[in-house]
């Protein structure tokens, strides 16, 4: 199975931009379903955006969509998140996760099995 390693994370003034990548070890990472989710203390795991194996398929939680953007590159083993207008609510801890079953892109934390260490995003006022 893949391991994935979060990168790109930082502090931005609102209104900014970020691009989030996650890196994936493996041969069969073009066989893995793809998500960002995301967490600050005390909540749960909030779901960001998914992309299907292929990438023609995406899923976006309103909060981001329109300013959020996932895409992957399945020759260099990675999956991004560009994010803009970031505003001081988006900031979390955010997680790369993977899913091998064949099924449409999943806002539900639980049905990816294989997630990464996290990066912080921080968005100042």
């Known amino acids: 199975q893949v391991q994935l390693l979060e990168s790109g994370g930082g502090l931005v003034q609102a209104g900014g931009s970020l691009r989030l990548s996650c890196a994936a070890s493996?041969?069969?990472?073009?066989?893995?379903?793809l998500g960002w989710f995301r967490q600050t203390p005390g909540k749960e795991r909030e779901f960001v955006a998914a992309?299907?194996?292929?990438?023609?398929?995406?899923a976006y939680a309103d909060s981001v969509r329109g300013r959020f953007t996932i895409s992957r590159d399945n020759a260099k083993n990675m999956v991004y998140l560009q994010m803009n207008s970031l505003q001081p609510e988006d900031t979390a801890v955010y997680y790369c996760?993977?899913?091998?079953?064949?099924?449409?892109?999943?806002?539900?934390?639980?049905?990816?099995?294989?997630w990464g260490q996290g990066t912080q995003v921080t968005v100042s006022s």
């Open positions: 992309i299907s194996r292929t990438g023609g398929v995406t």
């Open positions: 493996g041969r069969t990472f073009s066989n893995y379903v």
């Open positions: 996760a993977a899913d091998s079953r064949p099924r449409r892109p999943s806002s539900i934390p639980n049905e990816y099995p294989i």
